[in-house]
């Protein structure tokens, strides 16, 4: 922390500063505003002006809606159940949850913007990750605001826009929180702008809502165990909010949640592409399969993983896929495969939605470049991408048997799915296992007070979003972002009610 003492002049002032401008930092801002228009609320952003929004931008966008506190209570205990939310905060939790769907409905007219149900990229009316612990009667439905992509974010910038005492400033990432050194009242921050380092004084507080630690190999390898990390979402995200709320007095928790809650999935990586492609989930054929570091097969390549958010249960118990320990993988396919599928989804990550990345429809441009390997033979493929020729053709030969027989002894594919590679070329493409979000942070509490270790709240300062999110272990679809619009909206109206501080 920075002390008062080592501040010779505050180089900006606002009633409220807002670290962060992702749905959390919005959330806040808008709330801020709303409850008192007179307030000075200033919102600083590590990224430029054209690569704003965080991962609230690249995301899929679903919005979890629920209308029975009680079912929604229990199923979030059981996901929860490895690593317990404490039970007021799931109890009331639970009940700005039900009450949500109207204030997403008033964000959408307030942009102009098209709420609907569903999520916009499926058919299903709601995604239910895991019915046996409650979440049939926990969801009502999937819900999202249009257009795909970006279409909740989208809406929630133009909210902020429309209101003109919310400012906000671009490549102005906030390194430290101006404190009090004894009792960890925070009377400001310090923040880099042009280069420089400056004193911003949050007249009545701050609040923190920088995102995860996707980006931050450093802290993936040692609160997550990854040897390397590859995230879908904003480079921005390397868990700076985590570095300054220790710094700060802050308790730390959910750091390592299984898959970080929201899983560990199959990626394409590049070097010029910040962030990784997510591969598509929506295969028209099945030409195909993943293989693992030891060039064999390692699990239903084709299950619907991204309805539980990358989660299988074995023995009993819901645990991430292997994808992240299976040494180095590749996608092999046929021509098939490659001429009728698109192999990721444009729908959400950042390279797809921020970058614009225009991936070609039948993969050839993608070939082109190198990314995507050619062969006549499978054995030639393996010998191209570095394999063992003689183990990657028996592999293609055991999965070809199976879909000859109808039936997956190894991994139990669905039937409908096994289709052999069989129709030359053939290609590989190598794949990362990558990042959805993190999910550790600042311990706080539902009014999104940050708390210190003795469990007592940080005067001054609050947290909201995916940087110290509730949730842990196993995670629901669409939860993310309407928690980051509830922790927000208690930070930001909780911190525009305290009078200024004195100093
Ligand atoms: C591919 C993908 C798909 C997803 N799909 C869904 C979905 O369908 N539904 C759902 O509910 N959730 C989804 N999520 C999760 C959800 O997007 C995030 O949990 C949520 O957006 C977090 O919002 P936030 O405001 O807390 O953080 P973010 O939106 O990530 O915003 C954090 C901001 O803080 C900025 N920042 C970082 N450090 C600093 C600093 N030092 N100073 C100032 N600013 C800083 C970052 O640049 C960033 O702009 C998805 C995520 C990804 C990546």
């Not at 922390?1 to 002032?13: N, P, Q």
């Not at 390194?175 to 960890?184: I, K, S």
């Not at 702008?193 to 802290?219: D, F, Q």
């Not at 469990?455 to 928690?483: D, H, V, W």
Request: contains cysteine.
């Amino acid at each position: 922390m920075a002390s008062l003492g080592s501040v010779t002049r505050w180089d900006d002032e606002a009633d409220i500063v807002i670290a962060g401008y992702g749905i959390a930092g919005a959330a806040a801002a808008i709330e801020a505003h709303d409850a008192d228009p007179h307030a000075d609320i200033l919102v600083l952003e590590k990224m430029p002006e054209h690569l704003q929004g965080g991962n609230s931008r690249a995301a899929g966008q679903s919005l979890l809606i629920s209308k029975n506190v009680e079912a929604l209570k229990n199923y979030q205990r059981r996901m929860s159940e490895s690593n317990p939310i404490p039970e007021d905060m799931l109890s009331a939790w639970a009940e700005r949850m039900c009450a949500l769907e109207p204030y997403i409905q008033e964000r959408a007219r307030d942009a102009g913007a098209q709420y609907i149900h569903g999520a916009g990229w499926s058919d299903r009316a709601a995604i239910l990750e895991f019915p046996e612990l409650g979440a049939t009667e926990a969801v009502a439905h999937t819900a999202t605001i249009l257009p795909i992509p970006s279409g909740v974010w989208l809406t929630f910038k133009a909210c902020v826009e429309k209101r003109a005492r919310i400012r906000r400033a671009f490549e102005s990432p906030i390194v430290d929180l101006v404190q009090d050194p004894d009792t960890l009242e925070v009377f400001g921050v310090i923040a880099v702008r042009g280069g420089k380092r400056v004193a911003i004084r949050a007249r009545r507080a701050v609040i923190m809502a920088t995102g995860g630690y996707e980006n931050s190999l450093e802290m993936q390898r040692d609160y997550y165990g990854f040897a390397s990390a590859h995230p879908f979402g904003t480079p921005g995200n390397t868990g700076d909010g985590v570095k300054i709320l220790q710094k700060a007095g802050a308790d730390l928790w959910h750091m390592r949640n299984q898959g970080q809650s929201g899983g560990v999935w199959p990626g394409f990586s590049y070097p010029g592409h910040p962030t990784a492609f997510m591969r598509q989930f929506f295969f028209q054929s099945f030409s195909w399969i993943d293989i693992g570091g030891t060039g064999e097969r390692f699990c239903d390549e084709t299950g619907e993983w991204q309805l539980t958010h990358y989660k299988q249960k074995v023995h009993g118990e819901w645990v991430d896929l292997p994808h992240q320990r299976v040494g180095r993988m590749h996608m092999l396919f046929d021509e098939n495969t490659r001429l009728h599928n698109k192999l990721i989804t444009n729908v959400m990550t950042w390279n797809a939605v921020a970058h614009n990345y225009e991936w070609s429809d039948d993969n050839s441009a993608e070939i082109d470049k190198g990314w995507i390997v050619k062969a006549d033979s499978i054995g030639e493929l393996a010998k191209a991408i570095g394999r063992d020729p003689a183990v990657v053709e028996a592999t293609v030969r055991r999965y070809n048997d199976a879909c000859a027989k109808g039936k997956d002894d190894e991994f139990g594919r669905r039937p409908v799915t096994l289709q052999p590679l069989a129709a030359p070329p053939y290609y590989a493409i190598e794949v990362v296992p990558a990042i959805v979000c993190t999910s550790g942070g600042g311990r706080r509490n539902i009014e999104s007070e940050v708390l210190d270790q003795a469990g007592k709240a940080i005067p001054r300062l609050y947290e909201a979003g995916e940087l110290g999110s509730m949730f842990s272990n196993l995670y629901q679809n669409g939860s993310y972002l309407t928690e980051a619009m509830i922790s927000g909206r208690a930070a930001g109206g909780n911190a525009v009610r305290l009078a200024p501080s004195s100093i």
